[in-house]
């Protein structure tokens, strides 16, 4: 299957190092993020599951629960945890998804489905399995990046991201490039000026479909 931005994602059940659940439980209520490796141990993927703990307290101020997924199995998760933890310092306090029968990687697109992991395989088997997917708490998919092996993810981006989601969807706005709490948001084109008068006050507009107002946050 192919996930499209609004789809409904899969409710599977997955084994973690933290026990087993379906994926809309894990989500609940909350935002939630998913991001995803080709393989434990590696060293690129290492530093970025150590940003993903570093950021605890970030993720919990926006209410948004983190998951990893990588297509090794639970006692590799846990062993791999110490060496995050030596790496940054902090605890990877959030659940890893081992997907070693490759059915996350698979629902989520990420590999083709007649994809299979070979004996002595090596992360170029599943180089494709480093995405990130940030669903709301309706189940929907919101945002989806992939990256290459060889480019560490920009948490910094993925957070900003999160909070661009978090204010277009929350207060009716969407947010020009570059943005970041705080800066002017954009009306939407569907919303007439007198509609925009009532519901943000003031606002500027610079072109005749662009039109600017203070952060409602």
């Known amino acids: 299957m192919s996930l499209r931005i609004n789809d409904t994602i899969p409710n599977l059940t ?3 190092d933290q026990g087993e659940f379906k994926l809309h439980d894990f989500v609940g209520d909350s935002w939630a993020i998913l991001f995803s490796h ?3 141990f590696t060293p690129v993927c290492t530093t970025e599951f150590s940003a ?3 950021l605890a307290d970030e993720w919990e ?3 948004t629960k983190v998951i990893g997924v990588s297509v090794d199995g639970v006692e590799d998760h846990k062993k791999w945890k110490n060496d995050i ?3 940054g310092g902090a605890e990877a306090g959030f659940p890893i998804i081992a997907d070693d029968g490759l059915e996350v990687s698979k629902a989520f697109d990420m590999l083709p489905a007649d994809a299979y992991l070979p004996d002595g395989r090596t992360p170029a088997d599943s180089a494709t399995v480093r995405a990130v997917f940030i669903i709301g708490p309706d189940k929907q998919l919101k945002l989806s990046m992939t990256y290459p092996m060889t480019v560490g993810r920009n948490f910094a981006e993925i957070l900003r991201a999160l909070d661009g989601l978090q204010t277009s969807t929350g207060k009716g706005v969407a947010t020009p490039a570059n943005w970041t709490p705080g800066g002017d948001v954009i009306i939407p084109a569907s919303v007439s000026d007198e509609d925009a008068s009532k519901k943000f006050g ?3 507009t610079v072109l005749p479909y662009l039109r600017t107002t203070k952060d409602p946050a």
């Open 52 to 54: 993903v703990a570093q």
């Open 202 to 204: 003031e606002f500027k």
């Open 38 to 40: 080709p393989k434990d």
């Open 61 to 63: 101020k926006r209410g």
């Open 14 to 16: 997955v084994t973690t």
């Open 85 to 87: 933890k030596t790496f």
